[in-house]
């Protein structure tokens, strides 16, 4: 079994995780509520791929059971299988643009949090109270300005 551990092998066996293809067909059948039929039909259409074993055996995982479950709910409620590939195709969109924007957001706090630290590290500027001249020291300086008539 490919990802656990085997009996006399090193460490406890646990549960599969979720990912982890270990179910049979007839098994993935019963546990989605389909016929193992219908579950090759939704393969060879391309709505669930699951793992193969060395002799082409195939091997479901709890989330391609969940997701023969939502397959099976959209067609109960009279979608066509091409509506349901179009949803699924959705949902996986919507699924990696919410990854992506977590990432982007993650990145943003990040960038923000350096300008934070090298703003405060950066030693103060003194102000002028001359806009077009800022960090001018204030002086003594005299301006002579005539006005032209």
Same mark, same amino acid.
């Given at each position: 079994?490919? /990802? ?12 599969? /995780? ?6 049979? %067909?007839?098994?993935? $059948?019963? @546990? &989605? ?14 709505? %669930? ?7 082409? #055996?195939?091997?479901? &995982?709890?989330?391609? =059971?969940?997701?023969?479950?939502? =397959?099976?709910?959209?067609?109960? &409620?009279? %979608?066509? %299988?091409?509506?349901? !590939?179009? =949803?699924?195709? @959705?949902?996986? $969109?919507? $699924?990696?643009?919410?990854? !992506? ?27 002028? +109270? ?8 204030? #002086?003594? &300086? ?5 006005? +032209?008539?």
């Amino acid at each position: 079994m490919v /990802g656990r551990d085997v009996p006399g092998g090193p460490g406890p066996l646990g549960p599969p /995780g979720e990912d982890e293809a270990v179910y049979v %067909i007839s098994v993935a $059948a019963q @546990l &989605s509520g389909l016929h193992p039929q219908t579950l090759r039909t939704y393969e060879r259409v391309g709505l %669930i791929t699951p793992g193969r074993t060395g002799g082409g #055996g195939r091997r479901y &995982s709890y989330r391609d =059971i969940e997701r023969l479950r939502e =397959i099976a709910q959209l067609t109960a &409620s009279g %979608i066509g %299988i091409e509506g349901v !590939r179009r =949803i699924l195709d @959705l949902e996986n $969109a919507v $699924a990696a643009l919410r990854a !992506r924007n977590a990432e982007l957001v993650a990145e943003l706090e990040a960038a923000h949090e350096a300008l934070r630290q090298a703003a405060a590290a950066r030693p103060p500027v003194p102000r002028s +109270n001359l806009p077009a001249l800022p960090g001018a020291t204030v #002086g003594q &300086s005299v301006v002579v300005w005539r006005r +032209n008539p």
